[in-house]
């Protein structure tokens, strides 16, 4: 025999409490996610930055001129420069520097940003990557920022940086 027990409609306490307790959890774990993933949207557009800013000034670079003694042309031409050592922006001819340091870039879009250009001289051993030969320079450009972190910006001593490299040759 079957009773029947009337009014059975609805959710008693503890299943409410229960689905309270697991919607909690799941709300929980979403709030944490959040901020993590707007601290990896923020590392990819600084990431990104940094990398357009290196290929612009590696642009201006590759632009500059350097040129050969040319019988029809005229004599040597040296506006892209040699670094004298890992710390040294590049000079050229005149001893004028041809790609100074930027501490701190336009504001204020790239506030934040700064950018080094080193030119090695291809000719002087170890030569660039084993490669000695005097009409081939290696520019390398750095573009540093300090990246975000879980918590806000990184202290002032962390950075990182999109570094860029190009072998260029003597026209």
């Given amino acids: 025999?079957?009773?029947?027990?009337?009014?059975?409609?609805?959710?008693?306490?503890a299943e409410v409490l229960i689905a309270v307790a697991i919607m909690g959890v799941g709300l929980v774990a979403l709030c944490s996610a959040i901020p993590m993933a707007a601290y990896g949207m923020q590392e990819g557009k600084q990431l990104s930055t940094a990398t357009f800013l290196g290929n612009q000034r590696m642009e201006q670079v590759r632009n500059a001129k350097w040129t050969a003694v040319d019988p029809v042309a005229g004599p040597a031409v040296d506006l892209l420069g040699v670094s004298a050592s890992a710390t040294v922006a590049p000079v050229g001819d005149g001893g004028v520097t041809t790609f100074p340091d930027e501490a701190a870039l336009e504001a204020p879009y790239y506030t934040g940003y700064s950018r080094t250009v080193?030119?090695?001289n291809c000719s002087v051993a170890p030569g660039c990557g084993g490669v000695l030969y005097p009409a081939l320079r290696r520019v390398t450009v750095t573009t540093s920022y300090r990246p975000m972190t879980g918590v806000g910006v990184a202290p002032a001593t962390s950075t990182k940086s999109a570094v860029l490299t190009m072998d260029i040759s003597q026209r």
């Fill in 1 to 13: 025999m079957r009773t029947l027990i009337p009014n059975q409609e609805g959710m008693s306490v």
């Fill in 118 to 120: 080193r030119i090695t």
